[in-house]
């Protein structure tokens, strides 16, 4: 069993940047493929950026270029650093993980998750 405790969530302005952490418990973190994820009101959830146990980094179009994803597995942490930061990245952000070396961008194959950090942007 896997638990996930999101924190840095808040306020920023448009254009700020923000870092997210998720602390993870359990030995075997390092062998899971992390992943956040962020649902807006309204909308579904999508998916944001993942990292392999082999620190491979995958991320959502809408984020390519502004987040970055790291993990740091002594601490069994995982971060997303957000940069450039938009009003419409306004969201809940999710911290998953999954028990399996790959790449996905499905919350389905996601086997643990957060409760989640509230992420809102000022214009």
């Known amino acids: 069993q896997v638990q996930l405790v999101e924190s840095g969530g808040g306020l920023v302005q448009a254009g700020g940047s923000l870092r997210l952490s998720c602390a993870a418990s359990?030995?075997?973190?390092?062998?899971?493929?992390m992943g956040w994820f962020r649902q807006a009101p309204g909308k579904e959830r999508e998916f944001v950026a993942s990292?392999?146990?082999?620190?491979?980094?995958y991320y959502g179009d809408s984020v390519k270029g502004r987040f970055t994803i790291s993990r740091d597995n002594a601490k069994n942490t995982v971060y997303l650093q957000m940069n450039s930061v938009d009003p419409e990245d306004a969201a809940v952000y999710y911290c998953?993980?999954?028990?399996?070396?790959?790449?996905?961008?499905?919350?389905?194959?996601?086997?643990?998750w957060g409760q989640g950090t509230q992420v809102t942007v000022s214009s």
């Open positions: 359990g030995r075997t973190f390092s062998s899971y493929t």
């Open positions: 998953a993980a999954m028990a399996r070396n790959l790449v996905s961008v499905n919350a389905r194959t996601y086997e643990y």
């Open positions: 990292i392999t146990a082999s620190g491979g980094t």
